[in-house]
């Protein structure tokens, strides 16, 4: 490995340690599991997954393993944390980091960047081909190409690395006429620094042909690198003797020390597409091991994740901090990616979260979701929610505890896109002093906007029976829906006159707010005008001031309720569409909000 900083490879001794346990046979490459694995788009999430969960098991030795401990918890920065261990003899991958068993504490051995891990295991897959067609060709063993590679989901780039024995074993030419015989080395071109292939210069003027395909109008960078860039090396004085075009004309004279080291370094523009080949070698009588590269510099960089994906990682430390107040911005970059953010609360507070993308303007994610909220111990503390408003997500989320929680964000089914996420303190929605107005039962105010729900876990679809109890008997028998104070949940209205009964406890002296939603508020419901028929208590009886058809917003035919009880229990609500709507049937959504009272608001109670 090349000197990298901790940025790159924590531990290089340890990288070299835990690389020593991996052998990828010829077979490898034609095992079904892996011949199967899509291409994907290069995207570097995508790598790790195919690498850490069906590459590795297969390629580890596990005795290797159990030599060095049993197990090893690996960091790839920004994409999570994961563990690979010998179970049974065998190696498995887990999510997450092992726990040391005195402290509880998670065990980091090693931290890598994608771009050097994934560059590895294409070193892997090399050697393998190499193996594979060397069996049937001694020189046609260097021919595998980067597009071979991305056959089997592998991006171009990141850390390329390729063991050569240039005098012995496989002798390379020093010639472009012999090179074209199929006596070269392959020199891959990646868009980083970090890439490159270990050769040797076996005696002194010895020099090595390495074949690499360029593309016209785009700059390459090629390095020769000894000792005195890594003691992992040995030849002293790297030299490039220049760079060839297949037809043996030189068109680069090359160089010998760049930038007052004894490193080798030039940069070419091909006029022409196609292979060329470049000679390395030692200056003078020089001979040892080197590293060349191959640099595109005008290829964008490989797509990393830009917000860790597991929770492991975010627990770890690696999820952005969300504030109160101040946007962040998201990708969901493929299908089934996810996005953790880190936010801190204060107990007894009350936050909403909302994730937004096309629908509202704030990003080209189509569909959003929050697929919960985390504690600090990983613990699922909030389902999240799907569709809020449209296909935005929102969570309205009071904290028990003070601490730190985990966001899971992502997108509903296979969409991809950006979004935005959005963090308020927040206060229930407050009632006005209004009087009545036509959109009021009694003296129960219409709000200005619909109250901010806590998301549960939805209703299953309603089947082809009626879902939910239609008469306050069955209701109090145990078929009621169960409403969360502060949820919400979805029912259907199956035909025309059907009630839905759903039961919620409450809190005696505590403001609530219940609001009903069809199809002219969002495009998940489709019941045309929903009602709330009405609050009861345990006894079946309708607490006054408790019916609505209308709340009176604009563009909306919802339903809105507030309601204070005079005693803790259970209360039941009844809703359906209503009575003078012709063919008034479809699907609904019931929240309910608690509410913190200002002096001159106004709420129904009951007794």
């Known amino acids: 490995m090349s000197k990298l900083d901790a940025t790159r490879v924590s531990d290089i001794e340890g990288f070299r340690n835990f690389a020593a346990g991996f052998s990828v046979a010829p077979d490898f490459l034609e095992n079904d599991r892996w011949t199967n694995m899509p291409t994907g788009d290069g995207s570097v999430q995508i790598a790790c997954s195919l690498i850490m969960h069906e590459m590795l098991p297969g390629c580890y030795d596990y005795q290797k393993l159990e030599s060095i401990g049993g197990h090893i918890g690996i960091r790839l920065t920004g994409i999570g944390d994961f563990t690979i261990a010998s179970i049974n003899r065998r190696v498995v991958t887990m999510a997450g980091l092992p726990v040391d068993q005195f402290s509880g504490k998670p065990e980091l051995d090693l931290e890598l960047a994608p771009d050097v891990f994934i560059g590895f295991f294409r070193h892997l897959m090399l050697q393998a081909a190499d193996k594979a067609l060397g069996a049937e060709d001694e020189y046609e063993d260097r021919e595998i190409s980067n597009a ?21 074993g496989v002798d390379f030419a020093s010639s472009v006429s012999e090179a074209a015989q199929g006596r070269h080395g392959s020199l891959g071109v990646v868009s980083t620094a970090l890439t490159r292939l270990n050769g040797q210069v076996s005696t002194g003027g010895d020099t090595d042909m390495w074949q690499v395909q360029l593309q016209a109008g785009h700059t390459y960078t090629f390095g ?26 030189i068109l680069h004279a090359g160089n010998d020390d ?45 797509k990393v994740d830009d917000h860790t994906s597991s929770l492991s990682g975010a627990v770890s430390g690696q999820a952005e901090i969300l504030n109160v107040g101040v946007n962040r911005t998201g990708v969901v970059d493929t299908s089934g990616d996810k996005d953790f953010f880190a936010l801190d609360v204060v107990a007894g507070q009350t936050y909403t ?19 919960g909220i985390y504690d600090q111990n990983s613990t699922l503390i909030n389902q999240g929610n799907d569709d809020y408003l449209g296909l935005d997500s929102l969570v309205t989320f009071t904290a028990g505890t ?40 009694g003296n129960t105010p219409a709000p200005t906007a619909p109250a901010t729900p806590v998301a549960t876990v939805p209703t299953p679809a309603p089947s082809s ?48 707010r219940f609001e009903l939603f069809g199809g002219l508020d969002e495009s998940a419901s489709t019941l045309a005008d929903p009602m709330i028929f009405g609050i009861f208590d345990s006894n079946g009886t309708l607490l006054p001031e408790t019916t609505n058809d209308n709340a009176g917003w604009e563009n909306s035919l919802g339903s809105g309720v507030t309601f204070m009880p005079s005693r803790s229990g259970s209360y ?36």
């Open 353 to 371: 979260i909302q994730m937004q993308g096309s629908p509202s303007g704030n990003g080209t994610l189509t569909d959003t979701r929050i697929f």
């Open 465 to 512: 029976t009626d879902d939910f109890a239609s008469t306050f008997s069955q209701a109090a028998s145990g078929r009621a829906g169960a409403l969360t104070a502060g949820g919400l949940i979805r029912g259907s209205v199956e035909s025309v006159g059907d009630r839905d009964f759903f039961v919620v406890s409450l809190l005696a002296g505590q403001a609530y």
């Open 148 to 168: 071979e590679l991305l056959l089997h989901g592998m991006p171009a780039g990141g850390i390329y690395i390729a063991e050569g024995s240039l005098n012995s």
């Open 402 to 441: 003070t601490g730190r929680i985990y966001i899971e964000a992502g997108a509903y089914g296979e969409n991809a896109g950006s979004y935005t996420v959005k963090v308020q303190q927040t206060t229930a929605a407050q009632t006005s002093s209004t009087p009545d107005n036509d959109g009021n039962i």
């Open 258 to 302: 760049f930038g007052g080291s004894l490193n080798a370094r030039f940069t070419f523009t091909p006029s022409t597409s196609g292979v060329y080949y470049l000679n390395a070698g030692g200056y003078g009588s020089t001979s040892g091991t080197y590293a060349i590269t191959a640099i595109e510099e005008n290829t964008p960089p490989l």
């Open 572 to 607: 039941y609500i009844e809703v359906g569409g209503f009575p003078e709507a012709e063919q008034n049937v479809g699907t609904y959504r019931l929240q309910s909000a608690i509410y913190e009272l200002q002096v001159g608001s106004h709420v129904q109670g009951g007794i």
């Open 224 to 249: 020769l690198l000894g000792s005195s860039y890594d003691s992992y090396f040995t030849l002293s004085d790297p030299r490039l003797y220049g760079l060839y075009d297949s037809g043996g004309a």
